[in-house]
Every structure is written in C-alpha cells, then in structure tokens.
C-alpha cells in the first residue's frame, strides 16, 4: 500500500514562503504519477501542481509562477515550494498519489478523482 505524509503547513502573512514536504513509499513501477491539492471547507478538492517520474509537471493557472513541485526520489520525498503566498492561498494542502500514468495532454491528470492514495493534509493559513 502507498502511504504519504504531508509536513511544513503553518500561518504566515501574505507575500511570504512555505515549503510544503510529503513523504511517501518508494515507488516500484514504471509509471506514476504525485501531485498536490488544496481544498477549503465546501468544495472540492483544486489540483494544484503534478509531477510524474519523469519530472514532467503540471501547474494551476492559480499558482503558476509562485509555486514548484519537485520530487527527491532517492529519499520518496515530494515537495511544494509556495512562495508570493496570497490570503486566497488558505487551505488544508494533500499529497496525493497513483499508480500508472493518468495524463491530461503531455502531464499527469489535475483531476483528484483520478487520485488513489492520499495523506491526511497539512493545513495553511495566509493573512493579509
């Protein structure tokens, strides 16, 4: 079974940085796919960054040019590094995981449903 764990959610004021850390079991296939999603009280989960073993990545037009997903395999470590963080930012974050390539055009699908294994969130606060 693939477990997750994310780590480093905290409040900060607008403008600052967190790097969000999610370990996870080491991957034994050829394909997968890691991403990270947010979601506030009452709605969905928001796809926000996806990376395969490939290192090919996805970004929200919502976050693009503030945020980074990055993977160090040989420790199973996934991370978001969140920087310009806005008060709309504000949410509990999840690391998510499946097996196999889903892909939405030429990267990994943004779509949480797609999703089968997931941490249990690290929670972030921007204020203004």
């Known amino acids: 079974q693939v477990q997750l764990m994310e780590s480093g959610g905290d409040s900060v004021q607008a403008g600052e940085s967190l790097r969000l850390s999610c370990a996870h079991s080491?991957?034994?296939?050829?394909?997968?796919?890691l991403g990270w999603f947010r979601q506030v009280p009452g709605k969905k989960h928001e796809g926000i960054a996806t990376?395969?073993?490939?290192?090919?990545?996805f970004y929200a037009d919502s976050v693009k040019g503030r945020f980074s997903i990055s993977q160090d395999v040989a420790k199973n470590i996934l991370y978001l590094q969140m920087n310009s963080l806005k008060p709309e930012d504000t949410a509990m974050y999840y690391c998510?995981?499946?097996?196999?390539?889903?892909?939405?055009?030429?990267?990994?699908?943004?779509?949480?449903?797609?999703?089968?294994?997931w941490g249990q969130g690290t929670r972030v606060t921007v204020s203004s």
């Open positions: 998510a995981a499946v097996r196999g390539k889903i892909l939405t055009g030429t990267a990994c699908t943004y779509r949480s449903t797609s999703y089968s294994y």
């Open positions: 080491k991957y034994t296939y050829s394909g997968y796919c």
């Open positions: 990376i395969d073993e490939d290192g090919r990545t």
